[in-house]
């Protein structure tokens, strides 16, 4: 019986130390992983910096600009084409009146948010003018 | 139990054999191992089963912290977090030329990557003898860091060090300012602010404060300096200004400068480009101020908008004559003196006023003392030292007081927002600082405020600003001529033109204002240098372009607001 419990024992120490030291070796394991992770999140906070500064750059308003006049062509927003409020965009399904009624959809009486003559065209200094350069260079070269 | 056990052992111990002794020793030492392991394991279950915190050991030895970020200097953002200004890692390009082999291949594709250099000189840079540090180009970008990275030379070698970096380059330079090579302040938001944005540590190596939000709005700022840029080149002018702020709560949300200068390297542009003709530059600005004469008289009942003033002739005081540009040789109503810009009509009615009350209520909106934006390029106001009658006629319509563009927006902005009077400033509020406005000064009476934001709509409707009308903003404004003074006199060919507006006239949000220094006149605008031709169109554009930006609707105008007064306008042509 003596034998039996000292081969028990050893059993045991035997058993509860590869225990440990397996546990030992896995925190070690976690541990570097989320020393690793820190190292990684600073690095990207950095990046982040950088690149928060490169994007301010690259979508600068003058940027914008550009790259809209050469390949977009479009020009200002002008007031005739801002609806104030939804109650004035045409063929909108009406959330009030049943679905599947005729007077669901609602027909426009007038389109223009604004009751006035067209705007005269005008001489413009500065902002869009260049876009409409570009359009009549492409055209001539078009023919 | 044990204890006992070896006890026993003991005492029967004296009549066993050798082997016996053995076997209860080894069975001691046995159990002292396993008593030590059952231990071990317990405490380890106990770690494991655990919560942390509410057993005895701290947590806080585990802990793997990330450290901040540090950089010797925060960041300057707009209104809504765009980055303006920021420290940056750059890299430096270092090679040492030892260990070169090819310096013509490496060359060549340097050059490709670095296209300011060329390859004699590269080469040169490469084949230097008895040296192993040569600089081949400081402050990288990112892109081109990689680049050279990845022709994968080992004697091409970075550098790391920090930079003031300001991603939109000229724009708002005027306001951010720049820093010098040691990363201090040196102009603008980046010296008034340098203790905020950096501080010392005890080491005296700098580190980063708390980043400053500014209230610019960075796409307003660009619609500006692009419209005011280009009136500066259309009518070939020396210079302009232009401010964009907020009439509730003072927030300058875009102001302009021209010339300006690149932040990323002052020391491109000549000094003169860092003179900012918003807070530092200060101008008689002429018909603008007539707003302001006609407010106080309003106020005090001086006047009444029905009342008819003589304006038939020219008025001669002490040597001096007053007479009209725009003029109708007539009698006019309050409102005609106005939106005709009539001086002589203007002077009659300061006249009636007196100096001291026309003295105390400039001093009352803050034209008689400095602006109060937070920068130290500010200019002082040029006040005439004997505010007499003949002053304080020609201060009545804008000559002889001189003022910065800033301080008349803040005065402007008073009259239109009900009449109290917000201090105007750089950085952004929040919306508990917007409802301490609620108790700023009123320095008008909220019905005289109203009275002039019909008399500045009905200006740009009926009168002298009427290219500055912007379909459905429905704008307000005043504009302003001066001639400049000069030794003796004033010269009638160097103007100051500008046009102050307001908009949305019937609910008033912001002041946009513009001045041309010493414009030309265009055969599109016949020859005319005024500031309803030079300047009002700029106002104009900045409104259409950036209306939508500040979430402002154009809607129908509600005419019936204007009718009274203008029905008190006769603008036939005779």
Known sequence: ?143 | MSDMHVKTTRIEGAGKSAMDIARNRLMVAGLLFLAAFAAMAFRTLELGLSTPGNSGFSRAAALVTVAPLSYSRAEILDRNGEVLATNLEVASLYVDPQKIDDPRKVANELVAILPEFTVAEMEKKLTLPQRKFVWIKRHLSPDQKWRINALGYPALKFQDEERRIYPYGRLASHVLGFVDVDGKGLGGIERSFDSTLSWRDENDSPRAGEPIRTALDIRVQHALAEELGAAIRAHKAKGGAGIVMDVRSGEVVAMVSMPDFDPNDPAASPAEARFNRVSQGVYELGSTLKTFTVAKALEQNIVHMEDMIDARKPIRVAGYTISDDHGKARMMSVPEVFVFSSNIGMSRIVDEMGPELQRQFMADIGLLQPTTLEIQEIGNPLIPRRWGRLASMTISYGHGLSISPAQLSTGIAAMVNGGRLVPATLLAKDEADISAIESARQVISASTSRDIRKLLRMTVVKGTGSKAEALGYRVGGKTGTAEKAIAGGYDKKALISSFMGVFPMDDPQYVVFALLDEPEGTRATHNFAGGGWTAAPVVRNVIVRSAPLLGIQPISENQSLYTRVAHLIDDEKR
Not at chain 1, 53 to 61: D, I, K, N, Q, V
Not at chain 1, 91 to 118: G, H, M, Q
């Open chain 1, 1 to 143: 019986m003596r034998q039996y419990f000292t081969l028990f024992s050893v059993g045991i120490a035997l058993i509860s130390g590869m225990v440990v030291f397996q546990v030992k070796s896995t925190v070690q394991e976690r541990r570097d992983d989320v020393e690793g992770l820190a190292r990684q999140i600073e690095a990207d906070q950095r990046a982040i910096k950088m690149l928060r500064t490169e994007w301010a750059y690259l979508t600068s308003p003058s940027r914008l600009q550009d790259q809209s006049m050469h390949f977009l062509a479009m020009g200002e927003t002008s007031a005739r084409q801002i609806i104030p409020d939804v109650q004035q965009v045409p063929y909108r399904i009406d959330l009030e009146t049943p679905v599947d009624a005729p007077e669901s959809i609602v027909i426009p009486l007038r389109y223009a948010p604004i009751n006035k003559p067209r705007e005269k065209p005008e001489r413009r200094l500065g902002g869009f003018q260049r876009a409409s350069l570009i359009i009549r260079v492409d055209e001539r070269s078009g023919r």
